[in-house]
């Protein structure tokens, strides 16, 4: 897996979730929303485990969002993005 691949979303709303399986062969990717760093979405684990949010960030302000995920060293699932509010 090559570092620094990228998804992108763009939303509207002042929630949202990402939502993933986690399990030894994944790792962590770097979440920027607006162009600001705002966490760390993390799908590795111990033991494999079912689809459940893997990052959540609640209070933005309502209208548009734009979130990116940077991939590091391993590879990240993804399944869905959850979006609240508006």
């Known amino acids: 897996t090559r570092v620094g691949l990228q998804v992108k979303w763009n939303i509207e709303g002042d929630a949202f979730s990402l ?18 760093p705002a966490g760390t979405f993390n799908a590795h684990a111990e033991a494999d485990a079912p689809s459940a949010p893997r990052f959540a960030l609640q209070g933005l302000v309502p209208g548009r969002h734009t979130v ?13 993005i959850e979006v609240g509010g508006d």
């Open 68 to 80: 990116i995920l940077t991939t590091g060293e391993a590879p990240i699932p993804l399944d869905a």
């Open 19 to 36: 939502w993933a399986p986690a399990g030894p062969g994944f790792g962590e990717a770097a979440v920027l929303v607006d162009g600001e």
